[in-house]
């Protein structure tokens, strides 16, 4: 299973970015997806995350209201719109594929990493 991210780059506060992970290798509909943040000296944490169907989605209470996860499962992809990003939202973007799961929020439970996208939001 391979992942692909792509999107990432600098915007001002108050502005939008969407982030791509295109997945190749693997029968897609089966993963749920999920988006993770890594900013400089801290630990890697969850964002937001979509089940296989597109039914079900979480997300983390700092990009409530702001950012979207979705998938087009035809194109193997998942996207992350980001919208009023804030300069704390500025991190390496990593999309991430969970096998055996319905939906999840937990790092441990996801299978594959793709390479990661820069966000850098200036104040």
């Known amino acids: 299973v391979q992942l692909q991210a792509s999107g990432g780059g600098l915007v001002q506060a108050g502005g939008s970015l969407r982030l791509s992970c295109a997945a190749s290798?693997?029968?897609?509909?089966?993963?749920?997806m999920g988006w993770f943040r890594q900013a400089p000296g801290k630990e890697r944490e969850f964002v937001a995350s979509i089940s296989w169907s597109g039914g079900s989605t979480y997300y983390t209470d700092s990009v409530k209201g702001r950012f979207t996860i979705s998938r087009d499962n035809a194109k193997n992809t998942v996207y992350l719109q980001m919208n009023s990003l804030k300069p704390e939202d500025t991190a390496v973007y990593y999309c991430?594929?969970?096998?055996?799961?319905?939906?999840?929020?937990?790092?441990?439970?996801?299978?594959?990493w793709g390479q990661g996208t820069l966000v850098t939001v200036s104040s």
């Open positions: 991430a594929a969970a096998l055996v799961v319905v939906n999840t929020t937990r790092l441990n439970e996801y299978d594959y």
């Open positions: 290798g693997c029968t897609f509909t089966t993963y749920a």
